[in-house]
């Protein structure tokens, strides 16, 4: 690879990754808002923890977190029935660790789309996690899109 390649080949790799997963969390947190904003309301409770094992360095396991030794971490299934009386058990989308998890037993407001009950949210849950992301995919375009201006003045 010669030395005139490297920018061309940063700039094509970094401003679309970070185009994709920027935007696409960006999308991911305008439907929550939405949801939040005007979906249906209804009141669940959290019926039982489902445990996902995440697992050191240097295990077999695909996911790999900054602990040391195992960690489960537990998605909360929250059961819930909509306004037209369908029963719903539904699985949160973060896993956490028990301490930092909804307890059993817990109560929360359920927001979700009528027409697409599958669609819902936990409008309580914070989505500073999707912001992280947001501003990852926009640092990554950045770089992209200067090593594409730097490329235009050399």
Not at 12 to 31: E, K, N, S
Not at 106 to 127: C, F, G, I, K
Not at 129 to 135: A, M, S
């Amino acid at each position: 690879m010669s030395d005139s390649s490297a920018p061309w080949i940063l700039a094509l790799v970094f401003t679309p990754i970070g185009l994709l997963l920027g935007g696409g969390m960006y999308v991911h947190i305008r439907r929550t808002r939405g949801l939040v904003r005007s979906g249906a309301r209804a009141q669940g409770v959290v019926s039982g923890l489902e445990p996902t094992q995440m697992k050191g360095p240097g295990s077999e396991s695909t996911i790999t977190v900054r602990t040391y030794g195992d960690m489960t971490a537990y998605y909360p299934v929250v059961t819930w029935t909509t306004a037209e009386g369908r029963a719903m058990e539904t699985r949160w989308n973060i896993a956490r660790p028990r301490e930092r998890t909804l307890a059993v037993g817990t109560r929360v407001e359920v927001r979700y789309d009528p027409a697409n009950p599958d669609r819902w949210t936990l409008p309580d849950e914070s989505s500073a996690l999707w912001w992280l992301f947001v501003g990852v995919g926009a640092l990554f375009a950045l770089i992209g899109l200067g090593f594409f201006v730097g490329l235009l003045f050399m």
